[in-house]
């Protein structure tokens, strides 16, 4: 079979081998950052105590909250000046998550993603339409610079604007695109809508990810632009997407087990499930330099497929990512935590106790709504100062999740009240 | 003095022997496109023709309307498996400006940038922030790969969201900023409005370009920011930026001669104008393999600035833009012509004959106000009737431009009525 690099078909002797040197070099990289020299030290770790691959439970797991409470650089392993890419999460009222790449690190990833795209056909022939945000969002130039390495034609179309994008895609011919399940559900309504066949594009392959979704949205995907739809799987704790992708047989995604180590954990005890058994995730980087993470605990629930898969690989599959562990929302591709909102909404002396954060889906597309209480003595009958006031919440809330969501002012009372807990997000995404 | 490659500092001599040699080969690479074969056989050119450096006269100009007329691909000079980028021009209704690239077109374009910013003092430790749109638009991932070649640590930030761009450039020690100018002036505003001393700041350079600016804007920028700003000029038809930068004297750009020959010509006559005087600016790529474009009238109105600069270098020095030689508008970064506007308002059946076009500026930000009256019949008491097709305009509008104008919708015969040729576009930013 046709391969993009030798490590695609390693064995499950060679790809465990690998692992175990790897991961005996990585945590010796890891402890020349001051989070990690503190960390590994407190818990015994050493590389050369690294005996076996299942010794990589003794390493303590590391959060979101690790990474935040490092933030600017607490976990680089290197000067500044050998780091040459910063990516971050959403955010300014927290700490966000930044991650920082040598260049060697970005070759790896390029590296990675390209394999992805190999594995479903993508060649150096293809148009590839990269229909995504770019920036600070590893989505975008993640798979940029995987199609570059395969010497795709790549158009960097960037996100929205549905009538230039179908105009590229016709016009060039593009036979690969990278879109996010909504939007890929909404742009081929779209299409439907405006009477042109999809058979008549030369689209032959949608990469999607960012966003969990079910097989039922895959299937419609397909459908909708006459396609093969490939499900990515990233983070931009473990580099972006290139992480885990779906072969042509559509029955998981292979994580590279060569660039990775994953674990699946029981949430509360952090113990390994059974095999086959859904837990969260938990992944540590084995090639990275400039900023390695140990066991990082991803808070996507999902399972190992038992058994081989028919592709012939080896590296292990993990089913779609099937809920999250925490509270973390998923709108558009881009990551909001509910404490987020709370953080800004509390943050104007008009707004009251009570708010509530709906998602709701929109002609395929989700949104999120905005409900919140407005203080008695600021409630008042003149519609341009609330309306200002909307304005003022809807532009900071933007700023700090990067979607911007229809802001509800409700009266004193107005919402519900919760007996127990607040029932802070309201999913009609469904209904 | 420190060079980041040779042909930086050339001699004249050097610059104009290579000039010849290269205008010869890219004449013969122009001629493998269908456009060229045709064009340049009927003007008698083919490369053993060109004598010296004045014979590149006697090639016949190419026109934004010549590359709208060849889309999608009628320039290219191979097949597109040898494409691996391609950028756009905004627009859906008429065709877009595409320009495609090879890996070594792409090669080169970085080469040059990075020459930009290593001669304005950008070095592998700086840390450069990249505040402007990827995608499409050639300025983002212009910088970003030139920055990508001098190894400074890149932050993709994207564009807008003040507050975020604000924390990133604090928190990570930004150096250097590559900022449109007038989003320079609002983040400026917004820095000392925040009672923030700007010299607290780690940021040094600012590169602004894109969009056409003052001197007066300029020290303003380096005001408010603390900051040397340097100005970058550059167009897609020519990779995008990288083109003409200028050095730490700020005495006018250098327009690298070694990549591109620069001539200034009456826009009438296309006769070159005396040394010194202002003319449009016609450049030709010398080194581009994928898409060769001769003598490109870019319609950018700047002189020649006569004499040798102080810095050494022999790469000619055009002036900032001064104008234009045809009615673009350049609002934001985007480039916006009235055309464009017209053929939207006049796909709605409702909307009557006459339109303006304002540009304003508010808060330092330049915006786009679309005036446009509305036939009596659809002209209706009804605000919800009206509100809906103001939002469809916009939406429309800003599918096709690229970003979002004001629109205000006007009974019939109440714009003013001229007398003869129409005032479309009214420049209220200054007033």
Same mark, same amino acid.
Request: hydrophobic letters at 35%.
């Given at each position: 079979?046709?391969?993009?690099?030798?490590?695609?078909? =390693?064995?499950?002797?060679?790809?465990?081998?690998?692992?175990?040197?790897?991961?005996?070099?990585?945590?010796?990289?890891?402890?020349?950052?001051?989070?990690?020299?503190?960390?590994?030290?407190?818990?015994?770790?050493?590389?050369?105590? @690294?005996?076996?691959?299942?010794?990589?439970?003794?390493?303590?797991?590391?959060?979101?909250?690790?990474?935040?409470?490092?933030?600017?650089?607490?976990?680089?392993?290197? !000067?500044?000046?050998?780091?040459?890419?910063?990516?971050?999460?959403?955010?300014t009222t927290g700490s966000p998550t930044v991650i920082h790449y040598t260049q060697n690190d970005l070759n790896l990833w390029a590296d990675l993603m390209a394999r992805c795209m190999h594995m479903v056909g993508v060649r150096r022939e293809d148009v590839f339409q990269n229909i995504t945000g770019y920036g600070l969002f590893t989505g975008g130039?993640?798979?940029?610079?995987?199609?570059?390495?395969?010497?795709?034609?790549?158009?960097?179309?960037? !996100?929205?604007?549905?009538?230039?994008?179908?105009?590229?895609?016709?016009?060039?011919?593009?036979?690969?695109?990278?879109?996010? !399940?909504?939007?890929?559900?909404?742009? *081929?309504?779209?299409?439907?809508?405006?009477?042109?066949?999809?058979?008549?594009?030369?689209?032959?392959?949608?990469?999607?990810?960012?966003?969990?979704?079910?097989?039922?949205?895959?299937?419609?995907?397909?459908?909708?632009?006459?396609?093969?739809?490939?499900?990515?799987?990233?983070?931009?704790?473990?580099?972006?997407?290139?992480?885990?992708?779906?072969?042509?047989?559509?029955?998981?995604?292979?994580? =590279?087990?060569?660039?990775?180590?994953?674990?699946?954990?029981?949430?509360?005890? @952090?113990?390994?499930?059974?095999?086959?058994? +859904? *837990?969260?995730?938990?992944?540590?980087?084995?090639?990275?330099?400039?900023?390695?993470?140990?066991?990082?605990?991803?808070?996507?629930?999902?399972?190992?497929? !038992?058994?081989?898969?028919?592709?012939?690989?080896?590296?292990?599959?993990?089913?779609?990512? @099937?809920?999250?562990?925490?509270?973390?929302?998923?709108?558009?591709? +881009?990551?909001?935590?509910?404490?987020?909102?709370?953080?800004?909404?509390?943050?104007?002396?008009?707004?009251?106790?009570?708010?509530?954060?709906?998602?709701?889906?929109?002609?395929? @597309?989700?949104?999120?709504?905005?409900? +919140?209480?407005?203080k008695e003595e600021h409630f008042v009958e003149d519609m341009r100062v609330l309306r200002d006031l909307q304005k003022r919440i809807t532009n900071k809330l933007r700023d700090e999740v990067l979607i911007t969501p229809?802001?509800?002012?409700?009266?004193?009372?107005?919402?519900?009240?919760?007996?127990?807990?607040?029932?802070?997000? +309201?999913?009609?995404?469904?209904?």
């Open positions: 079979m046709e391969c993009f690099d030798r490590a695609e078909f =390693w064995s499950r002797e060679e790809i465990e081998r690998a692992q175990l040197v790897r991961l005996r070099n990585v945590v010796g990289q890891a402890m020349r950052s001051p989070f990690y020299a503190k960390r590994l030290k407190e818990a015994g770790i050493a590389p050369e105590t @690294l005996k076996s691959l299942d010794d990589v439970r003794r390493i303590p797991c590391t959060t979101k909250d690790d990474l935040r409470s490092q933030y600017p650089d607490g976990l680089n392993t290197l !000067p500044q000046c050998e780091m040459v890419r910063m990516h971050a999460s959403s955010g130039l993640g798979l940029h610079y995987g199609a570059e390495r395969l010497g795709c034609l790549t158009i960097p179309a960037g !996100p929205g604007n549905t009538t230039r994008q179908l105009k590229i895609m016709r016009d060039f011919r593009t036979t690969v695109a990278h879109i996010i !399940p909504s939007y890929a559900l909404y742009f *081929g309504a779209a299409l439907r809508d405006s009477g042109e066949d999809a058979k008549n594009l030369a689209l032959r392959i949608a990469l999607i990810g960012a966003e969990p979704h079910t097989e039922e949205t895959r299937k419609r995907i397909e459908e909708l632009l006459d396609v093969k739809a490939y499900n990515s799987y990233g983070l931009s704790e473990m580099n972006g997407p290139g992480v885990a992708f779906e072969c042509v047989q559509q029955a998981g995604m292979h994580v =590279w087990e060569d660039a990775f180590i994953a674990e699946i954990v029981d949430p509360d005890t @952090l113990e390994p499930v059974a095999e086959g058994e +859904v *837990g969260e995730l938990v992944m540590t980087t084995l090639c990275r330099q400039g900023m390695p993470i140990l066991r990082y605990r991803t808070k996507d629930l999902t399972r190992f497929i !038992p058994g081989e898969c028919a592709c012939g690989r080896h590296h292990r599959r993990i089913d779609r990512i @099937l809920g999250r562990a925490d509270d973390m929302l998923i709108i558009k591709g +881009v990551n909001i935590y509910p404490m987020q909102v709370e953080q800004i909404l509390m943050s104007f002396p008009e707004v009251g106790e009570n708010y509530q954060i709906v998602l709701e889906r929109e002609n395929y @597309l989700d949104q999120i709504r905005v409900k +919140v209480e407005i229809r802001v509800d002012l409700v009266q004193n009372n107005g919402l519900p009240k919760a007996e127990g807990k607040a029932q802070r997000v +309201v999913d009609s995404r469904e209904s």
